[in-house]
């Protein structure tokens, strides 16, 4: 019974994601006409000309896909970690299509209802307790949930969106508090099978934007003292990425601060070479300036006081000026 319904449910759901989504085309380093919404250099903040525009900017365009800004996205980590789950024939009759983690969301609430009610119904019915009700839930459960992992790992495996994946991952985090409350501790494998995959994943995802943030040619490219659309482009995903840590782990999540220093040392490496680009030490200066100051800005306050600085350690350091 279980396997049928979820596998029914798992295909008919993951038809309903939205095909406006990230491709692997979609890298810090990418050219920026290859945006539907580009970030020009002409809407970049520049502390010297403009002072308040950056906020009125850094907003989602409503209906589409991000890439690397946030948006509303982190409302789930806040508000919707036990919403309904979604029902696929409801949302096509209203032509609803969701982004990736809400469709994840929707399974794994799924797996934690159904797992939980059928432990306990296992434990008071037959009298089991400890190993005998995690062997009996297993004989029970077994099959749906490997049908589950095999049908995740696909579907993590097409995700192109790093921010997507590390709110996949808090999911987890929050789900696995929520079973261990319940005393439910039958799919501790399962989520550590799933958080590996969204890891994994992850990493390869963040191994690309850095990839692409190295090959940039920068003798190719326009070079001025306003922001750089890359930097802003890598601040709304740290950002972003830092917003969602600190909602589901309260701090920044040890395996996500060995992922952002090898980011942040590839965009120490890309200022440094913008910045040979420009003939005056002054240009040089300004240009410094205006990109730390765009990261600064878009990273949001509450974050900065918390754990901003003990992350980026010498990120500004003043000698950078200099």
Request: glycine share 2%; proline share 2%.
């Amino acid at each position: 019974m279980f396997f049928t319904y979820f596998k029914a449910y798992v295909t008919r759901l993951f038809k309903l994601l939205m095909s406006d989504k990230a491709t692997k085309s979609d890298l810090l380093g990418s050219d920026n006409t290859c945006f539907k919404q580009p970030t020009t250099l002409s809407n970049l903040p520049n502390i010297f000309t403009s002072s308040n525009k950056t906020h009125q900017q850094h907003q989602q365009h409503k209906g589409q896909a991000t890439v690397f800004s946030l948006g509303n996205r982190q409302n789930a980590l806040l508000d919707d970690i036990l919403a309904p789950l979604i029902v696929p024939n409801v949302a096509q009759e209203n032509n609803e299509t969701f982004q990736f983690e809400s469709l994840f969301r929707s399974v794994q609430y799924a797996i934690v209802d159904h797992c939980s009610r059928e432990y306990l119904f296992l434990c008071d019915f037959f009298l089991v307790t400890d190993q005998s009700a995690v062997d009996l839930f297993t004989h029970v459960m077994g099959r749906s949930i490997t049908l589950l992992l095999k049908t995740l790992e696909e579907r993590i495996n097409l995700n192109y969106d790093a921010i997507s994946l590390f709110i996949c991952i808090c999911f987890c985090t929050k789900y696995r508090q929520l079973m261990v409350s319940r005393g439910v501790l039958a799919i501790e494998t399962y989520w550590e099978n799933v958080e590996k995959m969204l890891w994994d994943r992850f990493e390869v995802v963040m191994k690309s934007h850095n990839e692409s943030i190295r090959q940039l040619d920068v003798r190719k490219m326009t070079v001025d003292t306003r922001p750089h659309y890359v930097i802003r482009r890598y601040a709304e995903l740290t950002s972003s990425l830092l917003v969602c840590s600190d909602l589901a782990y309260k701090k920044i999540n040890s395996q996500l601060i060995a992922i952002l220093s090898r980011q942040q040392a590839e965009i120490e490496g890309l200022l440094n070479r913008l910045a040979t680009q420009l003939k005056t030490k002054k240009e040089r200066l300004v240009f410094q300036i205006n990109n730390y100051d765009v990261i600064l800005t878009v990273l949001n306050v509450s974050l900065i006081k918390k754990n901003f600085f003990s992350f980026f350690g010498g990120f500004l350091r003043c000698d950078k000026f200099c």
